[in-house]
């Protein structure tokens, strides 16, 4: 049954969603792992801006250091997959078709739909690319973002983006980060929402002791 977490902002969100998963997640055996799981948890976020304070513990539960994470945005922000197999900047800017050799800059065709028909539902970026990571005889590793959609309401932008799978402890932040960067670059003027959907939300197993450790006190303060 799917879970619907609401916060503020994404400090805020951050806590309640990892807290969420602590609380209400199952166990379950993967190819490679095991993870304690919600499925199709939703997260919204009312206020999609940059943070001006990181949580205090991401280092402690093995999350990217503020430095990290410019570093981390510099991919978003660029076409080069930086010696990668891919990168989230690579398939928003550099979209490539394997068979004819094209690319095709979705960030450029948002911002463009956008200008000209700012009530669209049109404005949607993919991020898998079933001609590059499907494969079916091995544990590949195809992106976790998939798919998101930017429609303007109210003078608000509204963001919705769907993970397939999603660690909550070590990507789940850079990740809303990362979102609230390109939704700046998309809509710079205004209020920017995000609603996030992860169809598996977890936490490994090799990291569950540790978040316990440190996320569980601020039960308090963020249980949903």
Known sequence: MPLLIKARNIYEGWFRAVI??????????????KILEVEDLVLHID????????????????????????????????????????????RLRAYSCPNC?????????????????????QAVVALYNPLRDSDSTRHNDPP???????????????????????????????????LATIAEEVYPKGLRKLTLLSSSAHIYEADYKNVEKHVGPFRLLYRV
């Open 144 to 178: 976790c973002w998939n798919w998101a959609q930017f429609r303007v309401r109210n003078n608000e932008l509204h963001v919705t983006a769907v993970f397939r799978s999603h660690d909550y402890v070590k990507a789940l932040y850079p990740n809303l980060y990362a």
């Open 47 to 90: 206020d999609l801006s940059k943070p001006s304070k990181h949580p205090e513990i991401l280092d402690k539960v093995g999350c990217l250091s503020p430095s990290q994470l410019d570093v981390y945005i510099k991919q978003f922000l660029s076409p080069d997959k930086m010696g990668f197999t891919y990168t989230y900047g690579e």
């Open 20 to 33: 969420a998963i602590l609380d209400y997640g199952s166990w379950v055996a993967k190819e490679d792992s």
């Open 101 to 121: 050799g094209s690319t095709f800059d979705q960030m450029s065709f948002i911002k463009e739909k956008l200008a000209r028909f700012p009530n669209t539902n």
